[in-house]
């Protein structure tokens, strides 16, 4: 009996034991949590953002943008309803039957070139002779046959634009490239201002500013010799040589 007492003592105090042992962890883990929460309300928090570019807009378009002077980058793209329009108007074999080019049109000179492209490039580059001119691109695919397509009669003709055997697909924006040698002909003495929001424009002028600055100077040590045998005058500054290089 007496043994028997002192065992359910025994189991008592280790009940307790146990209870004081876990209030103790239970403590602990709270002021860890305390700690842990102070911690990172005093780390810097920091935004980790991804943006994944899609690999095309699926819209038919046609970009060009300057590389250099005489150089022109120019990147396109055809959606796929509009290619699912030209193999309908002209049948599955369109593909095969056309390839793709590239029209080169300067506005100012008023000329155009053909360039063949290939339908594994979605884009390309361009070198040009004229700098400082108004340049703009047409995408467009040239039949194979000589014989003039025909355009499937159930199919819209909205989007379709064929001449002979010439199927115009997109036109670019136009560019005006930047020249490519220094502009003497032309000097303004004075800079427009834009504002972005209102569209307002400010001229300011800088005739004052120019000659404090003593910018003949400047120009007089880069150019002892002159310019092609002048010196050089801001009132009269020389040139290059020809009048396409006059700065409007």
């Known amino acids: 009996m007496i043994e028997n007492i002192k065992n359910f003592i025994s189991k008592i105090i280790d009940m307790q034991e146990k209870v004081r042992q876990d209030e103790e962890n239970e403590k602990l883990e709270k002021i860890e949590e305390k700690e842990a929460l102070k911690k990172q309300e005093n780390t810097p928090q920091y935004l980790l953002e991804y943006y994944d570019l899609p690999f095309r807009y699926n819209e038919t378009i046609v970009k060009i943008l300057a590389q250099t002077p005489k150089r022109l980058f120019v990147y396109w793209d055809i959606s796929d309803t509009d290619k699912t329009t030209y193999l309908k108007a002209f049948g599955e074999h369109f593909l095969e039957d056309t390839y793709p080019v590239l029209l080169v049109h300067n506005e100012n000179k008023n000329y155009t070139r053909e360039v063949t492209i290939n339908d594994f490039a979605n884009s390309w580059y361009l070198d040009i002779s004229d700098s400082r001119d108004v340049y703009t691109i047409q995408l467009g695919r040239k039949f194979k046959s000589y014989v003039k397509p025909q355009i499937n009669p159930e199919v819209k003709q909205t989007n379709i634009n064929l001449k002979n055997d010439y199927l115009m697909i997109a036109n670019s924006n136009p560019l005006e490239v930047p020249n490519d040698h ?6 303004k003495p004075y800079v427009k201002y834009r504002n972005i929001k209102t569209y307002q424009e400010e001229t300011k002028d800088l005739t004052n500013t120019i000659f404090q600055n003593e910018l003949q100077k400047v120009y007089d040590k880069l ?21 396409s290089s006059i700065a409007k």
């Open 182 to 187: 220094m502009l003497f002909e032309e000097f």
């Open 223 to 243: 150019y002892e010799n002159g310019v092609e045998g002048e010196t050089f005058d801001l009132h009269n500054p020389s040139s290059m040589g020809t009048s």
